[in-house]
């Protein structure tokens, strides 16, 4: 069931799981972004939800959240470097501003 932010001009669907939401994303074909944690429950974690994600769907953009260091993560090669991530703990106007720059720029193809 979509969930209107209307302070940031968004509408979000909300998945409980990672396989609901790969189902959502299968349903939605205008989602523009998949913001998961990493930690998420089951037999798929957000980094495996992430990889999925954008393979069916190359133009999907992805933001992580983790209570991890990021830059940690990365150099593990835990986290695809295409996915862009935001630190827990974050304040709602941090991911509000994530969220735009995420969806609005990206190195490899700028501004959308």
Avoid at 5 to 23: F, H, K, M
Avoid at 29 to 40: E, I, K, P
Avoid at 42 to 58: C, D, H, K, M, V
Wanted: charged fraction near 20%; glycine fraction near 8%; proline fraction near 8%.
């Amino acid at each position: 069931m979509p969930i209107c932010c209307t302070s940031w001009g968004y509408e979000v669907l909300t998945a409980p799981d990672a396989a609901t939401a790969s189902r959502m994303l299968e349903e939605n074909s205008r989602v523009r972004l998949l913001f998961t944690d990493l930690g998420l429950p089951g037999p798929l974690n957000g980094r495996q939800l992430a990889e999925t994600a954008i393979s069916r769907y190359p133009g999907l953009r992805v933001l992580l959240t983790t209570g991890y260091a990021d830059d940690a993560l990365l150099r593990r090669g835990l986290v695809n470097p295409a996915m862009e991530m935001i630190a827990k703990p974050f304040t709602s106007v941090g991911l509000a501003a994530k969220i735009r720059s995420v969806l609005h720029h990206r190195p490899d193809i700028g501004p959308l």
